[in-house]
């Protein structure tokens, strides 16, 4: 299909433009469906004779439906939509970067899908269905699967679908944190387990507890059952954030701030935090998963987009073979100026 694409590139140059535009329009209002043409012009930030042309179009093909209640995406629409997903990414020549990275990165895959997150919801959805899409092949009978909090792992968990495998069980990798009950690991463990017939269980304990008191939760069977299931996972699934982003959703106070800005911190992800060259320098308190766990997991996947994610990415994931790195454009273009040396 390379080849193919080349040639089409050479010969219709414009190609990469009309694709991509009719790509996102079709995305667009699957995503936010029923939706009426204003508001798809809102969403998408163009004019509104811009997207009435190719709404006309897109109509034609039978690929959307105009109802008074807005519009929706047909069934062959939905088909075009998958079908388009690895095209658009061999015309915008993102197979090519995602084998670019891996190598620099030393990682054992990176999957990156189009568009930027930081702008669009869209692309968060897009890269929780690529991770789920890699994975559901990778969970076989018995599987152990530990999953972060956030807003990305609860796009993954509800974008998971019935497998056919045995005795999966879901568990979340650490403690609570001080953010929305709705994104925290407990919550996306039990919605992944449900969607994709598995089992879960739940650690309903802080994130981060002084040592004595982490000795004493130990110790108790219940929990003990969840850490030893966390310890044995076959697959990890985490986010992972810049320390401007952290610090924001969990509230550090100034001091804290000031304390991780003397250790040069750059990233954070699974209670660990990195600082510029990639060495954890910090780790919060808690039970759950740790950085020595990560050598013996047979597939680490770290999931998140945006540009604000590129220097994370790296810091997190160079080096580690194990790991599968699931991202946008923008991400992967950013890690690419990164590793080339650019600002």
């Known amino acids: 299909m390379n080849e193919l694409i080349q040639l089409q590139i050479k010969l219709v140059p414009e190609i990469i433009d009309i694709t991509e535009k009719r790509y996102s329009i079709l995305r667009t209002i699957e995503f936010n469906q029923p939706v009426g043409r204003r508001a ?3 969403v998408l930030d163009k004019s509104e004779r811009w997207v009435r042309s190719e709404l006309e179009f897109l109509k034609d093909q039978n690929l959307i439906e105009i ?3 807005g519009m929706t995406i047909t069934k062959e629409g939905k088909t075009i939509i998958n079908k388009l997903r690895d095209y658009i990414s061999e015309l915008k020549g993102l197979k090519n970067l995602e ?5 620099a990165l030393g990682v054992m895959d990176v999957i990156i899908v189009p568009g930027n997150a930081d702008k669009d919801r869209e692309t968060v959805t897009e890269i929780a269905k690529a991770a789920f899409e890699y994975l559901k092949n990778r969970i076989t009978d018995n599987s152990v699967i530990a999953v972060s909090g956030g807003y990305t792992l609860l796009a993954v968990a509800e974008q998971s679908y019935k497998i056919d495998t045995k005795n999966v069980t879901v568990v979340p990798a650490r403690g609570g944190i001080k953010a929305d009950l709705e994104r925290q690991a407990s919550i996306v463990a039990a919605k992944m387990a449900k969607n994709i017939g598995g089992n879960y269980c739940l650690l309903h304990l802080p994130d981060n507890i002084n040592a ?4 004493r939760m ?4 219940d929990i003990a059952k969840v850490i030893n299931y966390i310890k044995n996972s076959h697959i990890f699934i985490f986010g992972l954030s810049s320390l401007e982003t952290i610090s924001k959703k969990r509230n550090f106070t100034q001091e804290e701030n000031d304390f991780l800005h003397s250790l040069n911190i750059r990233a954070e992800a699974y209670g660990c935090f990195f600082d510029g060259a990639g060495r954890i320098v910090h780790k919060s308190g808690s039970i759950g998963i740790t950085a020595e766990d990560l050598r013996n997991i047979n597939i680490v996947m770290a999931v998140g987009g945006g540009v604000s994610k590129a220097e994370p990415i790296i810091l997190v994931n160079k080096g580690r073979s194990n790991n599968v790195i699931v991202t946008d454009e923008a991400a992967a273009r950013e890690i690419y100026n990164i590793l ?4």
């Not at 004595?212 to 000795?215: G, N």
């Not at 130990?218 to 069977?221: E, L, N, R």
């Open 218 to 221: 130990i110790a108790d069977p």
């Open 340 to 343: 080339q040396g650019g600002n």
């Open 212 to 215: 004595e008191m982490l000795q």
């Open 99 to 103: 084998l670019l990275i891996k190598d």
């Open 40 to 42: 798809l012009a809102v």
């Open 67 to 69: 109802h008074p209640l």
